[in-house]
Nanobody, 123 residues
Framework: QVQLVESGGGLVQTGGSLRLSCAAS????????MGWFRQAPGKEREFVVA????????YYADSVKGRFTISGDNAENTLYLQMNSLKPEDTAVYYC????????????????WGQGTQVTVSS
């Protein structure tokens, strides 16, 4: 099965940008539906964006629509999350995850998770 490692988190000011990476190994990430989730302290894990197993469909949470973009590089076997116009409420640990479903938007639908990367947006 695929293994996932996130990177690219950090500290950024309000309005800034970050690009998160999710490096896949073991299998191509295109064999899975992929998603990005985030979890802030004291809160439940929250859906951010998902892309279908065939890459043909994407779904964004309303809170990030128009600011975040999911993409993938087949040659690098890496999934990306471009985050623009960041807000303090985007502060969280961000996780990428893989699901054997065609598309998935709930955490329980994902069986493979990375270790997470911290994103902190200062006001």
């Amino acid at each position: 099965q695929v293994q996932l490692v996130e990177s690219g988190g950090g500290l950024v000011q309000t309005g800034g940008s970050l690009r998160l990476s999710c490096a896949a190994s073991g299998r191509t990430f295109r064999s899975y539906a992929m998603g990005w989730f985030r979890q802030a302290p004291g809160k439940e894990r929250e859906f951010v964006v998902a892309i279908s197993r065939n890459g043909g469909s994407t779904y964004y949470a309303d809170s990030v629509k128009g600011r975040f973009t999911i993409s993938g590089d087949n040659a690098e076997n890496t999934l990306y999350l471009q985050m623009n116009s960041l807000k303090p409420e985007d502060t969280a640990v961000y996780y990428c995850a893989a699901s054997t479903r065609l598309i998935a938007r709930e955490p329980y639908e994902y069986t493979i998770w990375g270790q997470g990367t911290q994103v902190t947006v200062s006001s």
